[in-house]
């Protein structure tokens, strides 16, 4: 009777992690480091939007300076960011390409179709409301484009092949967070119809259906990020004279964070084959607000474009203020977090699936 063939250990998939940890003071490194996925797939808001928006019609977009002035070239991709998303340094650990395109961006190559596209959209979230308002892609018709893209996958790679590489592909879900401070808190669209606790699990029942959805199509490993401290966040401390984070609103999050924590070993017991990661984003925020000279940063509670107050999109332009160093800043807009805090935030992660995978057993 054949053999069959060893599966990779857990061990020697922590020692691939451990390989791509130490490559992490060059991130943008071309080496190959891994084989252990075929391709990424990005779903979510503008924490990991690459450019979709651009393509779209909405106020909400980030195609104009001083946004990628460390990115690449130096020019505004429609990254939320001055620089690389945490997808962005996904793909170039794991040594498929060095940045992950939108997937609305026209004349995409072969090469990119096969080894994966950014489906998220700036000022989306799980609740279809929140995209309503934003006027971008909803999270449903992220899932319509993913669908779309595996025809033409097909075409390129044959029907075969590309079962493999949607199976193969590692999966990433970022979203959440607007529908809290867009649906919930600042516009209230949301408050007539939950108190909070309500609230949090209309958006997880959203988000389990969305990865059900993906593993129907195909999919089987997901990483999926909870909510940061959203009440740390420039745009809603502004609020406040002290500028000190809104306790309730990271109470809330923490809340909501447990319960998608609890939630996605169910979803996964229930999905064979599948392998569902929670991405814990709020703790490394919230260790570099409490210990920022640990990290570079000098300052955490006002973005480095603008004052502090809604600079973000549209409103964070060539004209508005900026920071001499982004590097020394925790945020960049009034939302999002710099390139230097999403460099930190993906050695966290990396982290984090290490520890899922020595716990869990699962090999890739």
Known sequence: MSKKPPKVSSMAFTFFIFVILLKLSNVDST????????????????????????????????DHRPYGLDFPGGIP??????????PDFWVSLLGIKQTIPPYLKPNLSNYQIRTGVNFASAGSGYDGVTAR??????????????????????????LKEAKSIVKGALVSISAGTNDFTISYYDLRT????FAIGGYQDFVLKK???????????????????????????????????????L?????????????????????????????IMYADIYTPLMEMIHNPQNYGFTQTKIGC?????LEAGPICTPFTPLCTNPSNHLFFDSIHPSEAAYRHVTKTLLKQIIRYMNNSGHSF
Do not use: W
């Open 190 to 193: 949301r408050r007539d119809d």
């Open 247 to 275: 306790k309730e609103q990271n109470f809330d999050a923490r809340i909501y964070n447990q319960k998608l924590k609890k939630m996605l070993p169910r979803i996964q017991s229930s999905l064979a084959g599948s392998r």
């Open 77 to 86: 991709t429609g990254r939320f960011s001055n620089g690389k998303l945490v």
């Open 31 to 62: 080496h190959n480091l891994t084989n252990l996925f075929k391709a990424v797939l990005v779903f979510g808001d503008s924490t990991a939007d690459s450019g979709n928006n651009n393509y779209i019609s909405t106020t909400f977009k980030a």
């Open 133 to 158: 308002v934003s006027g971008v892609i909803p999270m449903t018709k992220q899932l319509n484009y993913f669908k779309e893209y595996i025809k033409r996958l097909k075409k390129v790679v044959g």
């Open 207 to 245: 988000l389990q259906n969305f990865t059900r959805e993906l593993y129907r199509l195909g999919c089987r490993t997901m990483v999926v990020s909870g909510l940061p401290p959203m009440g740390c966040l420039p745009i809603q401390m502004a609020s406040r004279f002290t500028r000190t984070c």
């Open 305 to 309: 474009c603008g004052l502090g107050f």
